[in-house]
């Protein structure tokens, strides 16, 4: 039997790894961790998370992310059950504790007996060897320029991580707690802002210093990632209508609010929040300067300032085919956010699907590659498909197949796309199991 390759210990080469290695095959998972770590990670542990600590929603019924999640559910994947396992309180969100999540999944992969964990920094791709290359969006250089060279060229876009603050240095005395409409208990700590306070901390935040970044380092940013100072500056209700958005949201007295930011948890144990949609490029003194005009942040204990680097993904129309293996070498697969598909689930997916394709090839069975009835056939479709903008793109409904009727109310139209979906993913995993 041969060992498959799996370059990358992030979520998408864990997931992966996992799934071939409980259908029988043997893995040796390549990783720099713990000797060394990219500019955007700290944690010795294997599928840490950079951006932030939430998975996005959790309903299957209304988010296409949450069904997606159901979907990966009911094919056995590592990552969702990582994050069911470590989750804390986010509303109607799957936000987890990373610390937990990061160890329960290195606990799972290190176990594994037929995972060898390999510290070694891969500097090129395989020649005649299975392969799955889950490296990320920080790639290490040397085999960023083996895969350039080899593919023609690379494309790239910036996204970025928000600040957290110590839960201690939260003055309460100018927040509430509570989820929007009240969903969810007391999930979040809200700060609100009335029209003077939103006023100066937009104006702030427009004038404050950013980041410098060098010319290789300049590109197109990732609007599900976008620096909350970038999008201030496209008018001053954005923030209102976004990330600040104060709708649903009153305190005990049933008061209303100008504009609103929460905080959500970083840990299990509440120690920590993360500014929701801060995501930020702004210098860290800036960082300090500007978020501590919220009045409940007044006095903020930064615990860990938001940074912005780059995502780096192929073309991947032009170099996949839909079961994410190379067309100028089927026994190479590509996962995670270098492929296009851009979100922590979302890349976890690329990883299942790739070791799902993989193991059927190996064992001589015909591709069975799911089609755009349900996300994960969607997402293939959309890195495989003909298209000549390609960007990254994350779970929707709108990349689902319509449905076969029109359907005017929005929540009956996903309620019929998730139930088709999921209906669909029952046949899919059948299939699978009776080969």
């Known amino acids: ?85 470590t989750r ?57 320029e083996d895969i350039k060279e080899k593919l023609g060229g690379d494309l790239h876009f910036y996204d970025a991580s928000a600040p957290i603050v110590s839960r201690d240095s939260i003055d309460m005395n100018f927040a509430f707690v509570g989820d929007r409409y009240g969903r969810g208990g007391d999930d979040y700590i809200n700060c609100p802002l009335n029209k003077e306070e939103y006023g100066i901390f937009v104006r702030e935040l427009l004038s404050a210093e950013r980041a410098i970044l060098h010319d290789f380092e300049k590109g197109e940013i990732f609007e599900g990632c976008m620096p909350v100072e970038v999008m201030a500056a496209r008018g001053g209700d954005t923030l209102r209508f976004g990330p600040f958005k104060p709708v649903g949201l009153r305190d005990k007295d049933g008061n209303k609010f100008y504009a609103v930011l929460q905080l959500r948890k970083e840990n299990a144990e509440g120690q920590a ?63 995670g956010q270098m492929t296009g598909v851009e979100g922590y689930v979302e890349s976890a997916a690329s990883g299942l699907m790739c070791a799902l394709h993989m193991d059927r090839k190996l064992k001589g069975l015909a591709p069975v590659v799911p089609d755009n009835t349900c996300v994960l056939g969607a997402l293939s479709a959309h890195i495989s498909g003909a298209n000549a903008n390609f960007t990254p793109m ?18 009956e139209r996903y309620k019929y796309l998730a139930e088709r979906s999921l209906w669909y993913i029952a046949g899919y995993k059948q299939l699978l199991n009776k080969d």
């Open 1 to 85: 039997m041969c060992k498959i390759k799996v370059i990358g210990a992030g979520l998408a080469g864990c997931e992966a790894a996992y799934a071939l290695a409980e259908r029988g095959h043997k893995v040796a998972l390549y990783d720099i961790k713990p000797s060394r770590f990219t500019p955007a990670h700290s944690d010795g542990n294997f599928g840490e998370l950079v951006c932030s600590n939430s998975l996005k929603g959790n309903d299957p019924y209304t988010n296409a992310c949450g069904l997606l999640k159901q979907e990966m559910r009911e094919l056995g994947s590592l990552i969702v059950e990582a994050a069911d396992s």
């Open 88 to 144: 804390v309180p986010a509303g109607g969100a799957l936000a987890v504790d990373r610390g937990d999540f990061a160890a329960y999944i290195t606990a799972k992969i290190t176990s594994h007996p037929n995972i060898e964990v390999v510290c070694e920094e891969v500097k090129e791709l395989p020649s005649d060897e299975w392969c799955i290359v889950a490296t990320g969006p920080l790639t290490c250089d040397a085999l960023a």
């Open 273 to 335: 929040y993360n500014l929701v949609g801060c995501q930020t490029n702004l210098k860290f003194p800036e960082q300090k300067r500007v978020f501590s005009l919220i009045p409940a942040l007044r006095g903020a204990e930064f615990l860990r300032y938001g940074v912005m680097h780059r995502n780096t993904y192929i073309n991947s129309p032009q170099h996949l085919n839909a079961d994410f293996s190379l067309k100028c070498d089927q026994k190479i697969f590509f996962a």
């Open 394 to 411: 994350n779970a929707n409904f709108g990349i689902l197949r319509a449905s076969e009727e029109k359907i005017r109310d929005k929540k």
